[in-house]
């Protein structure tokens, strides 16, 4: 294998001109070349090209545990400078210091949800809890897809030609 590349969505929006100015070493930010932002932290196998959406690549590895570990190390970072800031707490601290700069967001959507959570505003139970946005009918669950499909039928069909095929030879 000679790399892999994975998409996540943080279900959040980015502040990418605010993340880009704490990480002027690591993070490429040119909003007249890119739309997005380029985030590789030093010691990290992967890159995260993300957009202010929240929603991302990261290319570089190549095994998937690599991906996991590198992107857990870089999650709580891309969250400090999100819209979904309020969720750092339930992350664990090791992995808040990973990549953490010194420099803390600014934007009034930052300050506010960081305010809200160390004042004992309302806290999810789970870091998951409140990433979807519940007046979306098209992503309230993730197990659903947008047209309700039923995957059981889905694998049935692809069962039987499976079977149709393995007769065939």
């Known amino acids: 294998m000679i790399n892999q590349v994975g998409a996540v969505s943080l279900q959040a929006t980015l502040n990418c001109e605010e993340f880009a100015s704490a990480h002027t070493a690591t993070t490429f930010y040119d909003i007249k070349s890119f739309v997005g932002m380029a985030w590789r932290p030093a010691g990290e196998p992967i890159c995260c090209e993300i957009y202010s959406t929240g929603k991302a690549n990261l290319p570089g590895s190549t095994c998937e545990r690599e991906l996991y570990d590198s992107f857990a190390r870089m999650l ?33 959507q930052a300050v506010r949800t960081s305010a809200n959570a160390k004042a004992g505003g309302s806290a999810s139970a789970s870091l998951w809890d409140g990433w979807l946005n519940a007046d979306d009918p098209d992503h309230n669950d993730c197990s659903e897809s947008a047209d309700d499909g039923d995957y059981a039928d889905e694998e049935e069909e692809q069962e039987d030609d499976t079977l149709d095929l393995a007769a065939y030879f």
């Open 76 to 108: 709580p970072e891309l969250l400090r400078f999100s819209s979904a800031a309020r969720l750092l707490h339930l992350v664990p601290t090791e992995l808040q210091s990973a990549h953490r700069a010194k420099i803390a967001p600014t934007t009034p």
